[in-house]
């Protein structure tokens, strides 16, 4: 059995499957590209949520694992060279995932990269701008008298989804013929921005045609429906 001990973090969320990878998250747009990826790939795993509500992730268990204090993280028992491995970043988790089960990224070198750099485009832009929009529309952001802030990540946003619609516009996914890490990676992004945020008007997402469609076709995996509501909240 493996002995995760050294690492603080199994103190605040113990494992009670240690030979399992550990998963520490919550069903964000970010938390759930782990918990999809990892029931898309069927690696055995063990999922913790990590209430950010609560501010868990800056308490120093959480901390010790993820020095930059955001979810998902992860550790894995059986690690490169059989030994526990810690990692964070939810695309650098979506690569490794992906290299440790040999699914969800295509095995052409050209096909490859290109995933590789959907999943950059999500982390630097639209995750990014989704998020900031999402904040100056539906939370705090949406007292400021001042709209500069909200429609300029308004304006971006609606730039970035039309790049994905044109992108999907001769493909069902967005590369090669199958999905791959480079569609988990923007999925619970679109599925926000139109649902939790409720700022499809404000990117006019009822212009589009092949985004909706590519989202339904994302949502209709059985294992994307499971890796959405992982972890789920205590009751």
Known sequence: MADLSAFPITRRWPAQHPDRLQLYAAPTPNGVKASIMLEETGIPYEPHYVNIME?????????SLNPNGKI????????????????WE?????????EKSGKLLPADPAQRYEAIQWVMWQMGGLGPMFGQLGFFHKFAGRDYEDKRPRDRYAKESHRLIRV????L???EWLVGNDFSIADIASLGWVRNLIGFYEAGEL????????VPR???????????????????KPD
């Open 169 to 171: 516009s001769d493909r």
């Open 72 to 87: 998902p993280a992860i550790l894995d028992p059986d690690g490169p060279g059989g030994k526990p491995f810690a990692l």
């Open 203 to 210: 990117v006019a997402y009822d212009e589009l045609v092949h």
């Open 164 to 167: 994905l619609e044109q992108h």
């Open 214 to 232: 590519w989202l339904e076709r994302g949502l209709g995996r059985p294992a994307v429906q499971r890796g959405l509501n992982i972890p789920a």
């Open 55 to 63: 501010n868990e992730t800056w308490n120093a268990e959480f901390l």
């Open 90 to 98: 939810s695309g650098a988790i979506l690569l490794y995932l992906a």
